[in-house]
Every structure is written in structure tokens, then in C-alpha cells.
């Protein structure tokens, strides 16, 4: 494709997309909530415009559903309910596709009192929006059931769903529970969840919403952990739920997250009504726990609001069965008093308007990190608690599942302007994920309160060649480096949080850089920033005596003077390679092929292998082989250990860095730069480090084997040149991210490739993908050419090539008028 016509196409796309924005086809799912005594039934539905689907005709007390209103350029419906004797309740939503033009009608009859929380919210104080949030949950209760707040608008905060208090208050609430009223401990912590989850999942795609709502629905709703009663209430929403549950999570069930991930594209529609169906479970969870807590909330919850979280959490210390802190007991103990001082240091910092500088984060890190790491601390033994209440093995399983597996929610430690100062919001990404890395080595609270707690060494700041302005920290043992990072990297990275972990489970030698931690800070008059903490790719025991940043390209690769980090040309220049047994090369070859595959699927490019080198002294004993104790690898016939992370994958590949290819490949370097398509960039950076990171470029065997490709030849295939001019042809094998090419024939539509053999290292993982031989004409002008073109293909299955080992083939090219393709291929088992 030529590289004006991709400009231009570039250009269409964006303005397709901003279309898409304002006339697209618009959706939107209200929860509807039976808080009252008596049946809500559906008695009439009118749409104007659009679509309106109700899948219930009737929601009894404590009952929840949902409905759906879409269209391809707005609609305009009105649902009305009977809600006992003559009552009605009518819900009405219309916009035009344009948001300005979007309006919500929800009404009840005299008896009734009906309020709506607008988005993802756990609450129901939020003011009167509109439909550009997507989704909604509208509550009917009776007048008596619904007291004010004062304003206009009528809250429900400790009625409902305890929305407005944060993770620390509903920690304390669960903790109050645990030590007078037991039997109700499932509805606190259900509770205290259900709002976590609901603040993490506007960044989760729908598998990863239905991987989480699964695990909460599993863990609190079909195990007894709210009770008898529980069950029998919501026995009518879980078989709703199941009867949607997609075929290929019914077949297992309980599903690995890996079976989320492989549920169809084409079938997200139904995917939709499970997740719909199961929100449906957990908004009347929701009301049945607060229904039972009502009581007790109406007693304790004003005074756990008006008081200082940290205070109050270090005044209860009686609640807590100390003996499930374990060893980190003495940490603990000596951190709620270092976290009052701390609390008040960060109190004053917004009082005084903080300024937007890093004199700021050091101690705002810490504080972060002390609310975490004792909220962790406290409610691990919480839920040690409720599994010695739950009956049953199946409860049990659900409950250590959830707490193994808890996706990316969102922990609330926002402290409310007063007295003190001004108000500090802090917001806590999938730290019990973190936590769960590696089996608890990475980040678990105690490794997280020794390096960055109460008698942590101070933070020391990092010097930095990055253009991005931000913020690179130290912990004092080198154990962590904190570094700010713009909105949409922490918003990506939260993304990313349940395939992540999915990611290094199934591959714990994983190349991919540890996260210990993702935060949002706000402080009033001040900051607002993400951060991120990461653990260090380098063991901190050891000197690490050369550094390199290796992304792939030798394209202004290279470290300017003054800098202590070499890049691509600095390596290769140095003649340096990763000298490793043969096994172990492939073994990390192919792992690290599986970790751009993953950060590809993502959207990302820009990440770099960042490798560290220690040489031993002289005196020292030698090394060993293979993996090293403590992290890195022992050199094959050097005194050396090696270190080796992928780092920075969190620059996602949108229109400002397409727009950037487009400069970069009218230069004359569409395939070196650094800013390319991210499945291009995970293929370079792929053969970039077979062939220029690790010794022995000439090993062409993967974990499974070695694919060869020989006798290719093309016959009549098409000319996607001008008529005075004929097709320049070449062959392009690929299996996951490992390709090869043959060279290209001019000016033939009958090309034979006769002497040439292209050779592919087969691993494990490439078993299940298949193999795709390409066809493609290349364009003359390097400088001009945006991409080449598509003369055809034939896919395989490698499984297919795996057990017959050659197969002789000659097939009609796909996507193309004509052509065929001839080509020998030879699969050759790894040792044989």
C-alpha cells in the first residue's frame, strides 16, 4: 500500500472513529432493583424508536433485572411496572445518538420512591446525569424504606450498598461484625467487594467482567456465605444466571480464566446477557445484605464516617485475631503508629496545596503503600474468619478461588477534607493481585511494609534520560522502582491486570517486568497522578556492571554521551551475547515469544528487554548453571550472571503513533523505527533478540522442533502492479511470531523460488496456531511504500504438519482472484 494512500486512510479512519463517537449506535442497560415488599410485573412497553429487551416479566421482592435499550442511531422506549395495587413505576430512556440529546424519565406512583445511580457506581448519591455513562441502576423501595438526606436528591449509601463509606470503613464494619454479629460477617465483606468491583470494571472488556462477576457470584451468592436465607431469596436470579452461561463455561465450570479468553467474537451478544444476567444476581445480593445489615449499619456507620479511618482501625486492635497476621504481626503493630504521623504529614500537604513537583511523591508513596498493605494485613483475617463460618468444601473452594484469583478492584482509601486538611483521594488497582504473584515473593504486604514502610529507607531519586516528565523513584533497598505514568498507562495497565496475572501463572519464568503496586492519588489543590511500582528486574544484593535497553532496532539506537544505559547499537557493537546452555535458549526464546505475543494483543509497542550483567570477582567462587537463586542466570562459560526483564509496555498504538509511522516510513524506515504496529514490533523484537541478544543465531530449533520450507513456487498469480508492469513477488512463512521470507523475483507472475529453504524454530506453544504461507508483491520505493501488497495466502494447521511431519502442497491462494502455491514443508522433532 502506498504510503500516501495509507495516510489517507489513516485519516478516514479517524474520522470514522469520531463519527462512530457522536452517531454510532447507542446502548444502554438499567438494573432495576425490587426493594419493596410486594411484586414488580411488567404492565406495558411502548418503543418509539430503537429496541428495548426485558427478559423477566416480573422481579419478586429482593429480586433484580436487567434491561437493555439500543439502536443503531438512538432510541426511545418507556418500560411501566404495576408495583402493588395501582402503583405503577415507569421507567422511560430516549437519546437521539447524540449525548446532549439524551434524556431519563424514572417515576413512581404516591406509595413509592424510586432513585438512580448513574455508571458503575456502588451508591446512590449521585446527582442526576446522562445516558453517556451506558449503564444505570434504578432502586424501588417504599417511601418509609427511603429516608433524605437532606437535598433533592434521596441517598441510600447505608441502606443499600454502603457506597459511600471507603474500603477502610467497610474493613472496619466487617471487623465490628466478626467480633459481635458472626452471622452476618458474609454480608459485610460481600458487601465490601461487590463496591470494589464495581469501581474496577469500566476498564474491563466483557470476559474480564464476566471472569470477575463470576468469581464474586461463585465465592458470596451460590456458596451459603450470606446465609440460608440468602440462598432462598436469590435462587430465581442465579437461574436466570445459569441458563445464559455460554456453552464453553458450562462445560467446565468452575472455568479457568484461560476459557474466558477463548470465548467466540461472534457470540459477545450472548456474552452480554450473562453479564447482564449476573449483575442482575449481584445488585440483589446487594439489597438482601443490606437489608440484613440494616440494623446494625444504622448503629455503627455514622460513627465509623465521622472518625479517622487510621485511628479508628488502630483503636480495634482487640477485633482482629492476631495470630493470622502471622509473622508479619511485629510490622504491622509498629506501622499503625508510623501511619497516624504519616496521615497527618499528607493532611497538610493538601491543606497547603501541594505543588505539582516530586519534593510530593516520596511521601505520598509510602502512605499508599501503609494503607494497603494494612488493609491486606486486617482483612486477610477477615476472611479467615468467614471460611471458618461457610459449611461445606464447595464454599470453602469458591472463597479461596475468589481470593486467589481477585481480578483488579478498585480499593477506596480517599480521606475526607477536615479539620486536618484538605481531602486526599487514593485509589488502589488489583493490589491483592500483586500480592498473589509469584506464590506472595513479589509483593506481599510484609515485602511491601519492609521496603517501603514505616522503617523503610528513604526513597532516592532517579536520574532519567525520558522526555516524559516524569517522576522515578528508588526504594532505599533497590528492591522497587516507583515511577509516575500518564492516565492512560495506569488506565491500560488496569486493563491488563486479569490477563496479566493469567500471563505469569501459566508462565512463571515470564520475561515481563513484576508490578507491586497501581495507585491514583488526588490531592485537593494538588496532584493527580498514577503511579506504578515495580519490582526490580536486577537482584539489589548484586552490582549490576552494565546495563542495556534493547527494543529491537538499530535505528537511533544508540547511547548519547553521558549516558550509563547502552541501547541496540551499543550492544551489538560490543559483540556481547547471553551465552546459555542450548535447552535453556529455547526455553527463554520461546517464553519470550509468548510475552510479545501477549503485550501484541494489548495494542502496545515501544517496550524494551532491559538486560543487566554482573561479573564475579576474581576471588569469588564460580558460578553454577541455568537458573541462579535469587533471579538472573548463570553464564555457560563465563563469570557472569545475567539479568533480562521486558519493561515500559504500557504505550498503547493509537492514532497519534500511527500517525507517527506514516512520517517514519515516507523517511525510508518503515520497519526500523521504533514506532511501528505492535504485531510488526513484537516480530522484530522477536528476531532482534534470537539473533543479536542470545549466542548461537544459528540454532533454528525451537522447544517442538524445526519447520523447513522448500520448492515454493507461485502459479498465476495476480498483478497488483500496473498494466506495463508485473507483480515482484515474494514468500512470507509464519507460525505465532516467527517468520521468514524468501527474495524477491521481479517482474513474474510465475515465480520459483528453486534453491532456497526457509527455516522456523518450532515450539511448543506453536502446536495449536496455525502456519500461514503468504504471497506478497513488493513495492519499489522504499521511502514511498507504506506496505506491500497481498497476493495471497494458504493456512494450515500446525498440529496437521506436527503428525504427518511433510506434507506436499499445492493449493489455491485464498483472498485473492487466482493463483496457487507449491511448497515442500518439513517438520523435524526436536532431538531427532
Not at 536520574?463 to 498507562?489: H, M, P
Not at 527455516?759 to 520505493?781: C, F, K, Q, Y
Request: hydrophobic content about 40%; aromatic content about 8%.
Amino acid at each position: 500500500m502506498h504510503v500516501f494512500e495509507k495516510a489517507g486512510k489513516l485519516a478516514s479512519g479517524w474520522i470514522s472513529e469520531k463519527k462512530e463517537q457522536v452517531f454510532g449506535k447507542a446502548s444502554f442497560v438499567v438494573q432495576l432493583c425490587n426493594g419493596t415488599f410486594s411484586e414488580l410485573k411488567v404492565t406495558d412497553k411502548q418503543v418509539a424508536s430503537g429496541d428495548c429487551s426485558v427478559p423477566f416479566g416480573s422481579l419478586r421482592p429482593g429480586e433484580a433485572g436487567a434491561l437493555r435499550f439500543a439502536g443503531d442511531s438512538g432510541f426511545e422506549a418507556k418500560v411501566v411496572f404495576s408495583a402493588g395495587g395501582s402503583e405503577h413505576v415507569t421507567l422511560r430512556f430516549a437519546t437521539s445518538g447524540i449525548v446532549s440529546g439524551a434524556k431519563s424519565e424514572v417515576t413512581a406512583g404516591a406509595g413509592h420512591s424510586v432513585v438512580i445511580a448513574w455508571g458503575d457506581t456502588a451508591g446512590f448519591d449521585r446527582p442526576t446525569g446522562d445516558l453517556s455513562c451506558g449503564k444505570a441502576t434504578v432502586l424501588v423501595t417504599t417511601k418509609e424504606e427511603l429516608p433524605s438526606s437532606g437535598g433533592s436528591a434521596p441517598t441510600l449509601g447505608k441502606h443499600f450498598s454502603l457506597g459511600d463509606l471507603s474500603s477502610w470503613q467497610l474493613a472496619w464494619l466487617a471487623e465490628s461484625i466478626l467480633s459481635s454479629s458472626p452471622a452476618l460477617l458474609g454480608c459485610a465483606v460481600f458487601i465490601g467487594e461487590y463496591a470494589a468491583l464495581l469501581g474496577a470494571l469500566p476498564q474491563f472488556g466483557r470476559r474480564d467482567e464476566a471472569f470477575a462477576v463470576d468469581l464474586l457470584i461463585d465465592a458470596f451468592v451460590s456458596s451459603d456465605a450470606l446465609g440460608e436465607a440468602g440462598s432462598k431469596v436469590l435462587a430465581p436470579n442465579l437461574e436466570r444466571w445459569r441458563s445464559h452461561r455460554p456453552p464453553l463455561l458450562a462445560a467446565q465450570w468452575p472455568s479457568e480464566y484461560a476459557a474466558y479468553s477463548q470465548l467466540p467474537e461472534d457470540n459477545l451478544a450472548q456474552l452480554q446477557q450473562y453479564v447482564d444476567a449476573g449483575h442482575s444476581v449481584l445488585k440483589a445480593a446487594s439489597l438482601f445484605a443490606a437489608r440484613a445489615l440494616k440494623e446494625f449499619v444504622a448503629k455503627r456507620a455514622d460513627a465509623a464516617s465521622g472518625t479517622t479511618e487510621v485511628a479508628h482501625m488502630a483503636s480495634t486492635d482487640s477485633v482482629v485475631d492476631t495470630e493470622n497476621l502471622a509473622d508479619n504481626s511485629a510490622i504491622f503493630t509498629q506501622h499503625l503508629q508510623w501511619q497516624e504521623q504519616e496521615a497527618a504529614s499528607v493532611e497538610k500537604q493538601a491543606a497547603a496545596g501541594a505543588k505539582k513537583d516530586d519534593t510530593d511523591i516520596p511521601s505520598l508513596v509510602k502512605y499508599c503503600i501503609a494503607q494497603t498493605a494494612s488493609y491486606m494485613l486486617r482483612s486477610g483475617a477477615v476472611f479467615a474468619g468467614l471460611k471458618g463460618l461457610m459449611v461445606g468444601p464447595e464454599g470453602h473452594e469458591a472463597l479461596q478461588r475468589y481470593c486467589d484469583w481477585l481480578p483488579g478492584v478498585r480499593r477506596d482509601f480517599s480521606r475526607h477534607a477536615g479539620a486536618g486538611g484538605g481531602a486526599v483521594r487514593i485509589n488502589a488497582y488489583g493490589a491483592e493481585l500483586f500480592a498473589n504473584l509469584d506464590g506472595g515473593q513479589v509483593a506481599s504486604p510484609g515485602r511491601l511494609l519492609k521496603s517501603l514502610g514505616p522503617d523503610s529507607l528513604d526513597l532516592k531519586s532517579m536520574s532519567t534520560n525520558s522526555k516524559s516528565g516524569e517522576f522515578f523513584f528508588f526504594s532505599g533497598d533497590r528492591r522497587f522502582l516507583i515511577k509516575t505514568v500518564s492516565d492512560a498507562e495506569g488506565l491500560l495497565l488496569h486493563k491488563m491486570l486479569p490477563a496479566y496475572q493469567n500471563h505469569l501463572r501459566q508462565l512463571p519464568r515470564s520475561f515481563i517486568v513484576r508490578y507491586a503496586g497501581l495507585y491514583h492519588v488526588q490531592v485537593e489543590g494538588g496532584i493527580s497522578k498514577f503511579f506504578t511500582i515495580m519490582a526490580s528486574v536486577f537482584d539489589a544484593c548484586l552490582k549490576v556492571h552494565e546495563t542495556y535497553d534493547v527494543k529491537g532496532s538499530l535505528f537511533h539506537r544508540k547511547a548519547k554521551a553521558g549516558e550509563s544505559i547502552g541501547k541496540d547499537s551499543d550492544w551489538f557493537e560490543s559483540g556481547r551475547r547471553l551465552k546459555l546452555t542450548r535447552p535453556m535458549r529455547r526455553e527463554l526464546l520461546a517464553i519470550h515469544e509468548q510475552d510479545c505475543q501477549f503485550l501484541a494483543s494489548f495494542n502496545v509497542m515501544d517496550y524494551s528487554v532491559l538486560i543487566g550483567v554482573h561479573k564475579l570477582p576474581d576471588d569469588a567462587p564460580a558460578g553454577g548453571s541455568g537458573f541462579r537463586r535469587g533471579g538472573g542466570l548463570w553464564a555457560e562459560g563465563a563469570r557472569e550472571v545475567y539479568f533480562a526483564g521486558v519493561i515500559d509496555f504500557l504505550i498503547g498504538y493509537g492514532l497519534y503513533k500511527e500517525a507517527e509511522h506514516v512520517v517514519r516510513a515516507a523517511q525510508g524506515h518503515a520497519g526500523d523505527a521504533s514506532c511501528v504496529h505492535p504485531e510488526d514490533y513484537s516480530r522484530r523484537q522477536v528476531a532482534f533478540v534470537r539473533d543479536k541478544v542470545f549466542d548461537a543465531p544459528d540454532d533454528t530449533v525451537g522447544t517442538l522442533g524445526t519447520l523447513r520450507v522448500s520448492g515454493m513456487q507461485g502459479i498465476n498469480l495476480i498483478n497488483a502492479d500496473s498494466v506495463l508492469d508485473a507483480s515482484d513477488p515474494y514468500v512470507k512463512v509464519s507460525l505465532g511470531l516467527q517468520c521468514a521470507r524468501t527474495t524477491t523475483i521481479k517482474n513474474n507472475l510465475n515465480p520459483v523460488w528453486k534453491d532456497e529453504e526457509l527455516v522456523i524454530p518450532v515450539n511448543e506453544h506453536h502446536r495449536s496456531m496455525n502456519l500461514t504461507l503468504a504471497l506478497w508483491d513488493e513495492e519499489g520505493s522504499a521511502a514511498l511504500r507504506g506496505s506491500d501488497d497481498f497476493l495471497g495466502h494458504v493456512v494450515l494447521p500446525m498440529s496437521r504438519l506436527v503428525n504427518a511431519q511433510k506434507v506436499e502442497l499445492k493449493e489455491a491462494l485464498k483472498g485473492v482472484a487466482h493463483g496457487e502455491v507449491v511448497a515442500t514443508l518439513a517438520f523435524t522433532p526436536a532431538g531427532a
